[in-house]
């Protein structure tokens, strides 16, 4: 009888578009199977009168909401970004329904496995919705990696 070799499971991991925290420097995680597509460009909508204040985006003939992850934690984003990228997410809700989002970033997206050594994070500094995390750890160089809970933010717009 043979078995399959275990393998790692691959992540993105992104740098926020935010100044160090207490000397940290901010990651947004994400498991590489919520990537569906990554874009330079986004059709911009005009806010729904249901949420008026959520940005949304035409991806092929779905409306999907555009997400800030540092605006949506209270962080200062860092104004000096000449342009933005996206990455339409998906991700099943506790229920096991599929929902979609666009997540905006503006620094390279660093796809690796998921085997590296790290310390599970006493504290993020965000300043809202921390609720909205699913885990945090450190790595060496003073990274902190957060793992949003995307149906969590979805779930509250």
């Not at 909205?132 to 160089?141: E, K, R, S, V, Y």
């Amino acid at each position: 009888m043979s078995t399959l070799p275990q393998t790692s499971p691959e992540v993105a991991m992104i740098m926020a578009n935010t100044p160090p925290i207490d000397g940290w420097n901010i990651y947004w995680l994400i498991s590489k199977r919520q990537v569906e597509y990554i874009l330079t460009d986004i059709a911009k909508l005009p806010p729904s009168a249901e949420h008026p204040h959520l940005e949304r985006a035409q991806y092929q003939e779905e409306m999907l909401p555009v997400v800030s992850l540092e605006k949506h934690f209270g962080l200062e984003e860092s104004t000096s970004v000449s342009s933005y990228r996206y990455i339409v997410t998906k991700s099943p809700t506790p229920e096991g329904k599929l929902v979609k989002a666009i997540l905006r970033f503006s620094h390279p997206i660093r796809v690796r496995k998921l085997n590296f050594n790290s310390v599970t994070a006493q504290h993020t500094g965000l300043r809202e919705n921390a609720a909205h995390i699913l885990g945090a750890f450190t790595l060496p160089d003073n990274q902190l990696v957060i793992i949003p809970d995307i149906p969590g933010i979805l779930q509250r717009s």
